[in-house]
């Protein structure tokens, strides 16, 4: 999820959650090879590699200025639609919500894909479930052959994060979460986990280390991306270095080699997630997201940097980085007001079975472009554009939604 809210960013700090090598009784594993578990080695596969399902969660009204609630709920929607087409989907909501999310999608997803998007009722408040939600992943040791796993990162508002106390934040008002609500949020990787029964039960994996999903950039051979700002800090991991970061994101994930952005603190609410700035569509192939002219200064000295570690790294396996340029659109005409941030990346897409879903904004040349791009570098995949304006108007694009099921292998 990315905010460019700096100008404006309003920031006040929750109390810290407990250490993050504190992890709550509830949350202890009760496998009989528990500790072998948890100290395995484990792959993150490649986001294009098949997938069981595609897991969506319906927001909480108390996630989302109400002003932009609807839209963002219809643009949901319209997104399952785009993915049924492709793989199963599992959308979370809340009891509450389940009417009007039965509604939405049944106006959205064509009859002959409505039997592929399955509702669950679930204790969900944020949309952003590729950061509050479990990291699918496999183990590598072969003692467990089948196993499904999954990685807690046990997910803390991005280090803390919430409006201040009148809950005008980044030119819109937004509700303010109890404790209850921040505890499910926290909780909802566990949740999801636990009750993740198909195709088979899922272990649960408990990181020592906190992260969010959109701050993970794998090729699935080996390479992660990764900002040193939305890691290496003590609201998210006290007293880790970031060789101790490392070293755990290389177990967990199996990676290789970690390429490593300064990013910033603070710029946004993610701290620099690196989903909306660079993206393999396969190992050594990147599309790397250029900020419009018209765009925030901050943000395309940001861009400027990241290309130029990008062009002078290579891959785990020792190959240079291939970087295609996709421009983001031209944010006049994009935004409602001049307060209103806009998060508009079009790497920002989301790999499903034998397809890819990418973001349409508006910009029409941008839009086009950007689809002829992706086009050109994925032959072999069916692409779908999907237009989104009050989701990057309240903080991502399609990858920050969506999160994938793994199928076993």
């Known amino acids: 999820m990315k905010m460019k809210f700096f100008s404006k960013l309003r920031q006040g700090l929750l109390k810290l959650f407990s250490s993050t090598s504190a992890i709550p009784s509830h949350a202890q594993p009760t496998d009989d090879n528990s500790n072998t578990i948890q100290k395995g080695q484990f792959l993150f596969p490649a986001e294009w590699d098949r997938h069981t399902a595609t897991i969506l969660g319906f927001p909480s009204r108390c996630s989302l200025p109400p002003d932009q609630y609807d839209a963002?709920?219809?643009?949901?929607?319209?997104?399952?639609?785009?993915?049924?087409?492709?793989?199963?989907?599992?959308?979370?909501?809340?009891?509450?919500?389940?009417?009007?999310?039965?509604?939405?999608?049944?106006?959205?997803?064509?009859?002959?894909?409505?039997?592929?998007?399955?509702?669950?009722?679930?204790p969900v408040n944020h949309p952003w479930v590729r950061d509050t939600g479990p990291v699918y992943v496999r183990d590598t040791t072969g003692a467990f052959p089948n196993r499904r796993f999954a990685v807690n990162f046990r997910f803390n508002e991005w280090g803390g994060k919430k409006p201040e106390d009148d809950g005008v934040c980044w030119g819109q008002q937004w509700p303010l979460m109890d404790d209850k609500t921040l505890e499910e949020n926290t909780d909802w990787a566990r949740w999801v986990i636990e009750n993740d029964r198909l195709p088979s039960p899922v272990t649960r994996i408990d990181a020592p280390i906190r992260a969010e999903g959109g701050g993970l950039v794998s090729d699935g051979d080996g390479t992660l991306l990764i900002t040193e700002s939305s890691i290496v800090c003590d609201v998210r991991n006290p007293g880790m270095s970031r060789a101790d970061i490392e070293a755990e994101l290389k177990r967990l994930l199996g990676i290789e080699k970690v390429i490593w952005f300064p990013g910033r603190r603070n710029v946004d609410i993610t701290d620099v997630h690196m989903d909306a700035e660079a993206?393999?569509?396969?190992?050594?192939?990147?599309?790397?997201?250029?900020?419009?002219?018209?765009?925030?200064?901050?943000w395309r000295e940001l861009s400027v940097e990241i290309r130029e570690i990008l062009g002078r790294e290579t891959d785990a396996k020792g190959r240079p980085l291939e970087i295609h340029?996709?421009?983001?659109?031209?944010?006049?005409?994009?935004?409602?007001?001049?307060?209103?941030?806009?998060?508009?990346?079009?790497?920002n897409f989301y790999f499903v079975n034998g397809g890819l879903v990418i973001p349409k904004f508006g910009d029409d040349e941008r839009d086009q472009n950007a689809l002829q791009i992706l086009q050109d570098l994925l032959p072999g995949r069916t692409i779908r554009q999907v237009y989104t304006n009050s989701i990057p108007l309240t903080g991502g694009v399609l990858h920050c939604v969506t999160q994938q099921v793994p199928a076993v292998e």
């Open 325 to 347: 340029t996709i421009e983001e659109p031209d944010p006049r005409g994009l935004v409602k007001s001049a307060d209103d941030e806009l998060a508009a990346s079009y790497v």
């Open 72 to 122: 963002v709920c219809r643009e949901l929607a319209g997104l399952a639609a785009a993915i049924a087409e492709f793989e199963p989907v599992r959308l979370y909501v809340r009891p509450e919500d389940k009417n009007l999310a039965e509604s939405l999608i049944q106006s959205s997803v064509d009859a002959k894909h409505l039997s592929q998007v399955t509702l669950i009722p679930s």
């Open 279 to 298: 993206r393999f569509v396969r190992p050594g192939v990147i599309v790397y997201s250029k900020p419009h002219a018209m765009g925030p200064e901050l």
